[in-house]
């Protein structure tokens, strides 16, 4: 009923930069918060970032000031900017919304299938 894809993901030397982009389409009535996500083989998928539907928004500690969230409302769009990338941001990114398909219904929590973010010179 609600699909998220992602895109941008790709290989990147460390210090430099990528722009993860997510669209959510379906039957969509609302998107609540929208995040990203990330993980590594034999770890548990970590939050990296979070931004609500009026644009507040949180970031793990690793990635302060270093990455960027944001969203585009009308387009159903999350984004994730990243600079300064460092290899141990090397992770499958997978995008994440709360959304509710009719106005009826509560939130139901939704996932992309993922984009591989490799750091490596």
């Known amino acids: 009923q609600v699909q998220l894809v992602e895109s941008g993901g790709g290989l990147v030397q460390p210090g430099g930069s990528l722009r993860l982009s997510c669209a959510a389409s379906g039957s969509i009535f609302r998107v609540g918060t929208m995040a990203w996500y990330r993980q590594t083989p034999g770890k548990q998928r970590e939050m990296v970032a979070t931004?609500?539907?009026?644009?507040?928004?949180y970031y793990v500690d690793s990635v302060k000031a270093r990455f960027t969230i944001s969203r585009d409302n009308v387009k159903n769009m999350v984004y994730l900017q990243m600079s300064n990338l460092k290899p141990e941001d090397t992770a499958v990114y997978y995008c994440?919304?709360?959304?509710?398909?009719?106005?009826?219904?509560?939130?139901?929590?939704?996932w992309g299938q993922g984009t591989q973010v490799t750091v490596s010179s």
């Open positions: 931004i609500t539907d009026t644009g507040m928004t």
């Open positions: 994440n919304a709360a959304a509710r398909i009719t106005a009826s219904r509560l939130f139901d929590m939704y």
